[in-house]
């Protein structure tokens, strides 16, 4: 059977050890008979060396901890190992398989194990059993073992939280890391305690592919218990090669677990209709498109929900439905959706096409999407669009793939970018046969016993689903009433003045709807009245909010919660949360008086401000929240009075910014929180808001604002924060060096190198004098830059232990800077080992900037090297990562190397005599003169002269290549001026090169 999401439990089993049961670790079924787990967590319940490489012949005992039973306890069974992987350097290794005797549990079910390498950002979910957390079988009290580690952590025995089976902790996955590992991060444990010992042998379970894709086998508890490690599931694969029934997929298999909008209740079926639709798309070939258009309120949404979830459907797309819910505000919709589907499909590895060519970070996104789709046949369902032009960043597929679009007008179809290829569909009302099986699905008693009234009211108001819906839930709230003659009496009402409801009059409807919450004892729910109003205050679907962000905003009860469900006015949407149909939202919002406003904004602003401060270091979480966050941090921008919220929220919120890279998104809230800082003289906050806005204004290259902020923000921090102080310089230092004013940057790191001496602060002397090398580096003083980059090391090796990451950071750009160097010696051998060393390094800290810059340095590597397939591939790697972070400057620097290779590839193409040979040079002559115009753009917008220069000179040599001499000598003419204000150590050289073109 295939495991859902929800029953992860069902697959896992605990490895048991001892005559008192205790919990070893965990293993997961991959088949009916078999369980994967740890050699070492065997080892430990056995007391027996996992180095071993004789495998144990004694059996363990495992039971089922999600599985029910008679006696309350987990069934338990019996397992012999049948396969052993001792721990060791090789894989697979740390690997055992057990084999179970007697039957399998009911109820129990195994996993599908996936061994797909494009994980890197999907959220991931792992199950442990660490001591502290967990009951002996035995009885209640707790073993001496637990005991000990209660003590160990300094954790009083009574404050302990204790529950029989285990726990859950979600997380990310980062990227693959030496030996052979896949590092995951930003843990964060139901019981507020991260990933301590306990987890291994734990199958890790990919949130967005619904499968197994490793299996934990170490925690660290250096960095806060957020890090785990597991094997990859290649390595599982191969160990349970002899075990033929295991269930595995590929990525392209497994396209077609695209996480789908929730199956909707069956209510009403309008099977003419879908199968009307299914057979028009079923029809469609090369890029087709079906507009499905109607009132607002007939069932869109609810259609195209069944729709994805129909057999047939799924079948005929083999490859996976993408889906997306676009709303009134696609600006901000269309961003997070490329940014969902991209991670979804695993394109974050993509190779082999330009993310440099012409477009903005979304062109790019769709130009990667588009690739991984490939010749896939798959459906992408836009639904809710308000026009065309606002999804086009969404129209992603190739020929094999179709699209269903739904939305109000029929002109949809019509616009010019899709009109040759669309068929506009309309769905209509409900019949009145539909129309009454809706209302007997709703309230059954009452439409059975007062057919005449239900019958005028449904011609009073058409076919429109969601204004029958509503009625019905009135109608079964009132049935189950206490109050005598309630039915009869809100039948009265709706059927009063029956006019006002037709022509599709649903804001009346919601005003009923909102009008007929009623108490038990028939009087109006204030409080029901209350909750909905105030509720309005967060966004509208698509988007959706929490129970507890709703309970924090209205402080009411569960109760009112459960009414507001059942009148259909709240929308649950998955466990815990819910969402606003627009229309409801706007119906409500226009009742909510000014100071239960002004309380529900305080509340939304207070929750989502201390929920940024509580998980900044949870990417995922925040995720989930962005749009409730962004309105938060909008409502305070907003306000004028709430200044320090704004502030906090400012402030709490870089570090997802810079994750996520949604500058533009959040330019706004930095701006508003510096101008409350100033206007109240807040200065700490101040020091703090100018240099994120600096920091990320140097990353989109914008250096003259990043000079201006930064600079501002160093005068208010001296003498007060010494700390803040070094890392201003430092940043400033790195804004020069960008802009080539390399006696400026040092300036800045001589003052900052004596404050962190100092201040004895071995973190920032590194980073400064690493930085000191790279300006020492485009000096042309290599030797100097060496010696450099050799202290910066020797401080990097004197940050404390703690600081694993950061010590990992600091190392990785100091190797990068070697491996610059390297090549600038042509020691070819020694810039390769430089940059395999810092890219593990890189990829084990998840920092895709320094990826990036790793396999930039291995693609010019592979190109001196001649190995031209391999270095495009890593050049364009490195262009697509450093468009999916917004670093402007890279891009520029990166297209200037890829122009580069491809004027290297040309020369070498030249070489022949054939047509061709021929061809193959003007086609890399071309790309190259591509790259180097757009890094010369590029350049002169960040205001880089340097990189201007050299994509400049690089245009100089294409010239030449093309015996046009008078282009050769003009653009390098050019590149010789800018580098000699420069005071470059290329100028020289460059002026030999000009010299030397024949007149």
């Known amino acids: 059977m295939t495991i859902e999401q929800a029953n992860m439990s069902s697959c896992i089993v605990r490895i048991l050890r001892g005559s008192e049961g205790e919990v070893e670790g965990i293993g997961f079924l991959v088949n009916e008979t078999h369980v994967v787990t740890c050699a070492h967590v065997v080892g430990g319940a056995l007391n027996y060396s996992s180095y071993s490489q004789e ?119 980062v990227d693959r890391m030496p030996p052979h590992r896949l590092h995951m991060r930003g843990f964060n444990a139901q019981a507020g305690e991260g990933v301590r010992p306990g ?9 967005q592919l619904n499968c197994v894709i490793g299996m934990v086998v170490e925690t660290n508890e250096l960095f806060d218990n957020q890090t785990a490690y597991a094997i990859p599931a290649e390595y599982l694969l191969q160990a349970l090669s002899s075990i033929t029934s295991v269930r595995s997929g590929t990525t392209e298999q497994w396209l077609d677990t695209l996480p789908l909008p929730e199956n909707p209740l069956p209510l009403i079926e309008r099977k003419t209709k879908m199968n009307e639709v299914k057979q028009k798309l079923f029809a469609l070939k090369d890029g087709g498109v079906i507009v499905l258009h109607g009132l607002p309120g007939v069932g869109k949404t609810y259609f195209a929900q069944a729709l994805v979830h129909d057999q047939e459907v799924q079948e005929h797309f083999q490859h996976g439905i993408l889906w997306a819910e676009i709303g009134r505000k696609p600006t901000q919709q269309v961003p997070q959706i490329l940014g969902k589907w991209y991670n979804w499909l695993g394109v974050n590895e993509s190779r082999g096409e330009s993310a440099a060519s012409q477009g903005n970070e979304d062109e790019v996104k769709k130009r990667l999407i588009h690739k991984a789709i490939g010749d896939k046949r798959m459906l992408i369902v ?8 606002a999804i086009q960043s969404l129209l992603v597929g190739n020929r094999n793939c179709v699209y269903l679009i739904t939305g109000h007008e029929p002109r949809l179809a019509q616009h010019r970018q899709i009109h040759d290829k669309a068929t506009a569909l309309h769905l209509p009302e409900l019949d009145a046969q539909e129309g009454r099986d809706l209302m007997a699905q709703l309230a059954p008693q009452v439409v059975a016993k007062h057919p005449t009234e239900i019958n005028t009211l449904l011609d009073a108001v058409g076919g429109i689903s969601l204004m029958l819906d509503l009625f019905g839930r009135q109608l079964q709230l009132a049935q189950e009433s206490d109050v005598p003659g309630a039915v009869e009496a809100r039948l009265n009402e709706l059927l009063q003045n029956p006019n006002r409801w037709r022509d599709g009059k649903l804001d009346a409807v919601i005003s009923a709807s909102y009008d007929a919450l009623k108490e038990d004892d028939g009087q109006v729910d204030e409080e029901a009245q209350r909750t909905l109003r105030m509720l309005s205050v967060l966004p509208s679907k698509p988007n959706d909010f929490s129970h507890e962000a709703a309970e924090r905003i209205v402080a009411t009860t569960p109760t009112t919660f459960v009414k507001l469900v059942r009148s259909g006015l709240l929308q649950p949407i998955a466990k815990g949360r819910y969402t606003l149909h627009q229309m409801i939202k706007d119906n409500v919002a226009a009742k909510l008086g000014d100071a239960e406003c002004h309380l529900a904004q305080d509340r939304l602003v207070d929750y989502y401000v201390k929920f940024i401060e509580d998980h900044q270091n949870n990417i995922s979480l925040l995720d989930l929240e962005d749009g409730n966050i962004l309105r938060a941090l909008s409502v ?61 204004e140097e990353k989109q290259g914008s250096y003259e604002q990043a000079n201006k902020h930064l600079t501002e923000s160093l005068e208010l921090s001296r003498r007060k924060h010494w700390e803040k102080t070094v890392d201003l310089l430092h940043r400033l230092a790195i804004v020069a060096y960008n802009r080539a004013e390399y006696d400026e940057a040092e300036k800045h790191l001589q003052e900052g190198l004596e404050l962190a001496k100092a201040l004895n602060d071995p973190e920032r002397q590194s980073r400064l004098h690493q930085r000191w090398g790279l300006v020492q580096f485009c000096r042309g003083a290599f030797r100097r830059a060496e010696t450099e980059e050799n202290l910066a090391w020797e401080f990097a090796e004197q940050v404390p232990v703690g600081d694993h990451l950061v010590k990992q950071e600091l190392q990785a750009l100091i190797l990068l800077d070697r491996a610059r160097i390297a090549l600038k010696m042509d020691d070819f051998a020694t810039a390769n080992t430089c940059s395999e060393q810092g890219r593990d390094k890189a990829k084990g800290i998840g920092s895709t900037e320094l990826i990036a810059a790793f396999a930039q340095i291995q693609g010019r590597i592979a190109a001196q090297e001649q190995r031209w397939n391999d270095a495009a591939a890593l050049f364009d790697d490195s262009l697509d990562k450093a468009d999916k972070i917004g670093h402007r400057w890279y891009k520029a620097l990166f297209l200037n190397e890829r122009g580069k290779f491809y004027v290297l590839r040309a020369q070498h193409a030249k070489v022949g005599t054939t047509q061709a040979a021929q061809s193959a040079t003007d086609e890399c002559l071309r790309k190259a003169e591509t790259d180097f115009l757009e890094s010369a753009a590029m350049a002169q917008k960040i205001g880089s002269p340097d990189l201007n220069a050299f994509a400049l000179h690089g245009l100089g040599r294409i010239a030449k290549m093309r015996n046009d001499h008078d282009k050769a000598r003009s653009h390098s003419e050019k590149s010789k001026e800018i580098l000699r204000g420069l005071n470059h150590y290329k100028y020289d050289a460059l002026s030999d090169w000009v010299r030397d073109l024949p007149l």
């Open 199 to 207: 987890y291994s042998g734990g199958p890790v379970w990919d949130l």
């Open 636 to 696: 305070a921008a907003d306000s004028g009075n709430m200044y320090v919220d704004l502030m906090r929220g400012a402030i709490a919120i870089a570090k997802y910014v810079e994750e996520r890279g949604i500058y533009a998104a959040t330019c706004t809230y930095f701006e508003r929180a510096e101008r409350a800082a100033r206007e109240r003289n807040e200065h700490d906050p101040l020091i703090t808001i100018l240099g994120n806005r600096g920091y990320f």
């Open 55 to 173: 495998p144990p012949q004694a059996s363990v005992e495992i039971d089922f901890p999600g599985i029910p039973s008679p006696s309350g306890l987990p069934p338990r069974r019996e397992a012999k190992i049948v396969a052993w992987y001792p721990t060791g350097i090789t894989p697979p290794d740390d690997i055992a398989v057990l084999k179970l005797s007697g039957e399998l549990p009911p109820q129990a079910g195994s996993a599908v194990i996936n061994a797909t390498d494009k994980v890197q950002g999907h959220s991931v979910r792992v199950f442990g059993a660490p001591q502290y957390f967990l009951l002996a079988h035995t009885g209640e009290m707790l073993t001496d073992r637990q005991r000990e580690d209660a003590a160990r952590r300094g954790q009083p025995i009574e404050t302990l939280s204790y529950v029989e089976t285990g726990v859950y902790a979600d997380g990310q996955a």
């Open 382 to 389: 836009l639904e809710d669009v308000p026009e065309i032009e």
